[in-house]
């Protein structure tokens, strides 16, 4: 097995790991929230946003032990969290309030498919491995 596949698979695992204890953690808050009558749109802004700040620290020290520099990093990062939050926000608006569907089970399937693209997104673009120049 070759060298990258095997950095690959750990990056993976504790991507998992990261994103299923805070995610997990987040939902639970996210659920109380709505319970308390926030309206789901708000608890998911309000999850998401201390979820972001949270995962980048551990996925930048822990998942990919990134070592290149932190602020161009972190603005990447944000970016693709800002175009994944307007995409779960739009995917809640739609699938709930047009469609109908329960928000707990639509935001249960967002936080997977979120998930993936995030997890590809660190790996290629945020925590890339610099290079050097020639």
């Known amino acids: ?7 690959t698979q750990r990056q993976l695992f504790r991507f998992a790991v990261v994103g299923v204890l805070s995610n997990l953690s987040l939902y639970g808050i996210y659920i109380l929230l709505t319970l308390a009558s926030l309206q789901p749109r708000v608890a ?5 946003a201390g979820g972001v700040l949270i995962a980048f620290l551990l996925n930048r020290y822990w998942t990919f032990a990134h070592r290149g520099a932190k602020g161009s990093a972190l603005i990447r ?21 047009d469609l ?5 089970i639509v935001q ?14 660190q790996k290629f673009w945020i925590f890339r491995v610099e290079r050097p120049s020639a």
């Open 1 to 7: 097995m070759s060298t990258a596949l095997i950095s």
């Open 108 to 121: 249960a399937c967002l936080i997977l498919i979120l998930a993936l693209a995030f997890f590809l997104a």
């Open 77 to 97: 990062y944000v970016v693709a969290y800002a175009i994944g939050y307007v995409f779960n926000f739009l995917m809640l608006v739609w699938m709930v309030d």
């Open 100 to 104: 109908g569907y329960p928000h707990e």
């Open 44 to 48: 998911m802004s309000i999850t998401y």
